[in-house]
């Protein structure tokens, strides 16, 4: 049977799991799981079941806490149930958390590994919250990408099931759960499949009842507590075979196989990096392109954290192995080190005193801090910590994305190097927040996965005020799965939804030289050039770039849209990016539009259309030669500002952040 490929990002993709593997979803939203607890809502108002029949219970509860009680309540009467959460929210379950594994009971929580607030609040995404709760007694399975969020969602729902011990799920947020990706979509029967229905029936008849009266929850002396808290040994010694077993029978149904941990690159390795989540994704492509030019470096996803098999991770390592990278997305101030280095080390140490690692050499073992926050993490810093690894004092307990000039833990890296191959088309688009950039970008990645073989990718970025502040839009398409969890530096195609933006920030920093810009302008193409800034006519000029014009604005307002420009700038770029045949591209923009719009009535529905027609014969290509005006060095506050406004707040503005220093923090 052909497999369904349908656009899914990180949350959608697990509540497609979690609303058919699950009766009763108690949830309380925050960012960025609040979609998972939205979708399930939307499809059980919508009255659709589950694989058992039923269409699933959502509730939502007045808080964090809540739901974990209502979830442990609801489990202790035999109902297969399940919550999403992330950061302070997932802390705030802790208590229940614990009662729920100390009594064995099967459950997943998917949860969108979020910072927890330390000097700073950051609603954005890292390790910091799973970490808080890795010593709950929980199975930890963590997901690398949107495929498999959607995969690991139903892989931990079977072996927490089988094992008993309950599973926390999860993968980087904002950058796993809101990446739209192309994606197979698991069918009902893939599910059934998975979900062994005498466990289920096993499951519900450890529920509470009066027909089978049972005691749960006594208070225990010192006497008998110590020796109750070893019984969960034996299931926790399990889980990991069946983590893999249900792996194995996945695989069997799919075609795509897991493992614990998973070794990529030549089997002569001698630098190598074991890391989680999305990261593993940024070092796989860097392992392959520098695999390709004959470096023996290497790469070891960790997929099962919690418990964690030393066995396992050291016989996916290389014997050739001289010397390792540990990463962390997280910081534990005060450790020996983070705790993914932590177990590391300590797994290689007692298998090699075990005689079952058979390393040649014992391998110099370094670990690092990377991604903290949402921060970027590159193919640039993923060479950074290979060449790290060449000194022959490599540092340790080193950062990499930043610039730590206090304790000098940063390592450089070469902001212009790139694993990104010819054969991915990269386009930008930068709008203001509601204009409708974000949502139109959403509808050309599905058009472009439903009309042509591409694989598609789109990561959105917003200002943490969200309405009426810059977005930036970041997509790709290629022929392969795209495995790039970080931004655009590179942009064969980039788009400016506001002319103002020009005078604010480096929009064409990161176009490649020939590349094409479009830009909504009330200037038409005979006059446009005078009014941008010299720096940026000189930026055309040097890049060559393909230079194109729309008043999206105004044509906007005379069709009735207001300030939604969306539908004549998607328009613009499939008429110049030629991703797709022009007719093709517009006969489905049509129809996604009359799907978007159609309950809003004709009227609705026509204006959009109109706009459509509207964009085609309105785009002009610009014709320039020389800069004419002066360039003048781009400045967001005045000179006179205090030293912090001139050093820091001056980069928040340019969209800069990333270049400040510790040390002017």
């Known amino acids: 049977m052909a ?27 925050i960012t960025p799981s609040s979609p998972m607890g939205e979708i399930s809502d939307e499809k059980s108002a919508r009255k659709e079941k589950n694989i058992w029949g039923t269409v699933p219970q959502v509730d939502e509860l007045q808080s964090e806490g809540g739901a974990s009680g209502a979830v442990h309540g609801a489990l202790c009467t035999g109902a297969m149930t399940t919550t999403f959460t992330a950061s302070q929210g997932l802390l705030l379950m802790i208590p229940n958390m614990y009662k729920i594994a100390g009594e064995l009971t099967p459950t997943v929580f998917h949860v969108t590994a ?15 919250d799973v970490m808080a709760v890795r010593q709950c007694g929980w199975a930890m399975l963590a997901s690398n990408s949107v495929q498999e969020a959607q995969d690991m969602a139903l892989i931990s729902q079977a072996a927490t099931l089988e094992s008993r011990i309950p599973f926390v799920h999860f993968y980087d947020g904002f950058r796993t759960s809101h990446e739209i990706q192309k994606i197979e979509e698991l069918s009902f029967d893939d599910m059934r499949a998975m979900i062994d229905n005498d466990l289920v029936r096993a499951h519900r008849a450890r529920g509470l009842s009066p027909d089978r009266p049972e005691i749960m929850g006594t208070a225990q002396n010192p006497d008998v507590y110590f020796t109750g808290r070893e019984t969960v040994n034996p299931y926790i010694e399990a889980v990991p075979a069946i983590v893999q077993k249900q792996m194995d029978k996945f695989a069997e149904l799919t075609g795509r196989a897991y493992k614990l941990f998973e070794y990529i690159g030549p089997a002569d390795a001698e630098k190598i990096i074991i890391i989680m989540g999305s990261g593993a994704e940024v070092v796989q492509e860097t392992v ?61 140490g007692e298998m090699q005193e075990l005689k079952i690692a058979s390393f040649t050499n014992w391998p110099r073992t370094v670990g690092g801090r990377y991604g903290l926050g949402s921060a970027e993490f590159t193919p640039a810093m993923v060479k950074a910590v290979y060449d790290n690894l060449d000194l022959p004092e490599p540092k340790n307990r080193f950062t990499v994305g930043i610039y730590d000039d206090v304790m000098n833990t940063s390592l450089d890296w070469d902001r212009e190097f790139s694993s990104e191959g010819d054969d991915v088309y990269r386009a930008m688009f930068y709008g203001l927040g509601s204009d409708g950039t974000v949502g139109a970008n959403k509808n050309s990645i599905k058009i472009i ?71 909504t302008s009330e200037y038409s193409a005979d006059n446009v050039w005078a009014q941008l800034p010299g720096r940026v006519q000189k930026s055309i000029v040097d890049k060559k770039i393909k230079f194109y014009v729309l008043d999206a604005i105004t044509l906007a307002e005379e069709i009735g849209l207001g300030a939604r420009i969306n539908m004549l700038m998607q328009t613009a770029f499939f008429k110049i990016s030629g991703i797709m045949e022009e007719s093709q591209a517009i006969g489905a923009i049509k129809d996604a539009i009359k799907k978007t719009y159609g309950k809003k009535g004709d009227a609705i529905v026509e ?59």
Request: overall charge positive; glycine content about 6%; hydrophobic content about 40%.
């Open 3 to 29: 497999k369904k490929m349908a656009p899914h990002d990180g949350c959608s993709a697990t509540a497609h799991v979690a609303h058919a593997t699950n009766e009763t979803i108690a949830i309380y939203p």
């Open 449 to 519: 996965g439903d009309y042509t073989e591409n694989y598609t990718q789109g990561y959105f970025v917003y200002d943490s005020k969200k309405a009426g502040t810059i977005t930036t839009s970041h997509l790709r398409f290629g022929p392969k799965p795209i495995r790039a969890p970080y931004l655009i530096t590179k942009a064969n195609f980039l788009a400016c939804h506001n002319f103002s933006f020009l005078s604010k920030y480096e929009m064409l920093k990161n176009l490649q030289a020939g590349g094409t810009f479009l830009l």
């Open 607 to 665: 204006m959009n259309c109109a706009a459509v027609d509207a964009a085609l014969n309105n785009i002009q290509e610009v014709t320039y030669s020389a800069v004419t005006n002066p360039i003048v060095a781009l400045k967001a506050v005045p000179d006179s500002a205090p030293t912090f406004v001139k050093e820091v707040t001056s980069q928040l503005l340019l969209q800069e952040g990333d270049k400040v220093k510790v040390s002017q923090m």
């Open 114 to 128: 979020r910072s927890i607030a330390c000097q700073g609040l950051s609603i954005f995404g890292d390790h910091s």
């Open 288 to 348: 392959e392109f520098m695999a390709a030019a004959g470096e023996k470096v290497g790469l070891v996803k960790v997929r099962l954290f919690r418990p964690f098999d030393a066995r396992k991770m050291v016989e996916a390592i290389p014997s050739t192995v001289k010397k390792i990278a540990v990463l962390d997305r997280t910081k534990e101030p005060g450790s020996l080190g983070e705790p993914l280095y932590q177990d590391v080390r300590t797994a290689i």
